[in-house]
Antibody
């Protein structure tokens, strides 16, 4: 059974760096074809894709946020980590990690999400 | 950049059919996925690759995709279908993920 769970701070100050961790189970981050993404959702607004990491450590980023994002994985810890620098109140929202269905471009398993508020 | 456009809201009476559209340039050439999101919950895929339905999703949910418009159709709408619906594609040219702006389905 595939599960994902996000963790990280609930409150960060403007200009700080956010670090979120996605703990996965039920699949291996080193299995061929595996991909994990981060997606966020401001309150009352639409989903926004942030970053993707593949089993072979290839990475993709949202062009609008690329300069602020870093996605990494630790296969031994079964974790995918997202860092976002220079946080701003507009970055407030729920952050999700999700599993990309191997061979497909869609996300079949999602974490419950973690709400991050950016405020001084 | 590639943009997906959805109507902000769709309203339908119980038992009727709801159609939610997702417009994009030549979207018919891409695989479209649809997610349902209820308040306070993570999204759940209801249709993938234009027309496929994951196990556990009722047959009332179907999809189509042609030209510049993809459509999610929900037949015999129930109160429990009230949710936000998002379309999504994989922009293979740049290997990027694109979501539509979402449509709020209201069951009257």
């Amino acid at each position: 059974q595939i599960t994902l769970k996000e963790s990280g701070p609930t409150l960060v100050k403007p200009t700080q760096t956010l670090t979120l961790t996605c703990n996965i189970s039920g699949f291996s981050l080193s299995s061929r074809g595996v991909g994990v993404v981060w997606i966020r959702q401001p309150p009352g607004k639409a989903l926004e894709w942030l970053a993707l990491i593949y089993w072979d450590d290839d990475k993709r980023y949202s062009p609008s946020l690329q300069s602020r994002l870093t996605i990494t994985k630790d296969t031994t810890k079964n974790q995918v980590v997202l860092t976002m620098t220079n946080m701003d109140p507009v970055d407030t929202g729920t952050y999700y990690c999700a599993h990309r269905k191997t061979g497909w471009g869609m996300f079949d398993y999602w974490g419950q999400g973690t709400l991050v508020t950016v405020s001084s | 950049s590639y943009v997906l456009t959805q109507p902000p809201s769709v309203s339908v009476a119980p038992g009727k059919t709801a159609k939610i559209t997702c417009e994009g340039n030549n979207i018919g050439g891409k695989g479209v996925h649809w997610y349902q999101q209820k308040p306070g919950q993570a999204p759940v895929v209801v249709i993938y690759s234009d027309t496929d339905r994951p196990s556990g999703i009722p047959e009332r949910f179907s999809g189509s995709n042609s030209g510049n418009t993809a459509t999610l159709t929900i037949s015999r709408v129930e109160a429990g279908d009230e949710a936000d619906y998002y379309c999504q594609v994989w922009h293979s040219n740049s290997d990027l993920v694109i979501f539509g702006g979402g449509t709020k389905l209201t069951v009257l």
